[in-house]
Nanobody, 116 residues
Framework: QAQLVESGGGLVQAGGSLRLSCAAS????????VAWFRQAPGKEREFVAR???????TYADSVQGRFAVSRNYARNTVYLQMNSLKDDDTGTYYC??????????WGQGTQVIVSS
């Protein structure tokens, strides 16, 4: 059974950096089209970044220039490098893999807390 597992979250001071990982495993798992989302306490889940099969990436305006998504096919893992972290970046970060026409495979999330 395919699954995604996020890791790398934690507590960091404002201005610091973290790198999140999203490892895919199991039958039919793929990191060819993966997106990162986040959900802050009391807020709706929002899109953060995406990498598609061609390697092209897209980002939410709020993280453009600070976050970078990358992929390692050999490790079946997608990464989210987060720099210059702000209080507003606090939340639970999820990765999701596209299955067909939607992001049908989700990880359990990893928590990021940015302290000022």
């Amino acid at each position: 059974q395919a699954q995604l597992v996020e890791s790398g979250g934690g507590l960091v001071q404002a201005g610091g950096s973290l790198r999140l990982s999203c490892a895919a495993s199991g039958r039919s798992s793929s990191v060819s089209d993966v997106a990162w989302f986040r959900q802050a306490p009391g807020k709706e889940r929002e899109f953060v970044a995406r990498i598609i099969p061609s390697g092209a990436t897209t980002y939410a305006d709020s993280v453009q220039g600070r976050f970078a998504v990358s992929r390692n096919y050999a490790r079946n893992t997608v990464y989210l490098q987060m720099n210059s972290l702000k209080d507003d970046d606090t939340g639970t970060y999820y990765c999701a893999a596209r299955l067909g026409s939607s992001y049908g495979l989700w990880g359990q999330g990893t928590q990021v807390i940015v302290s000022s």
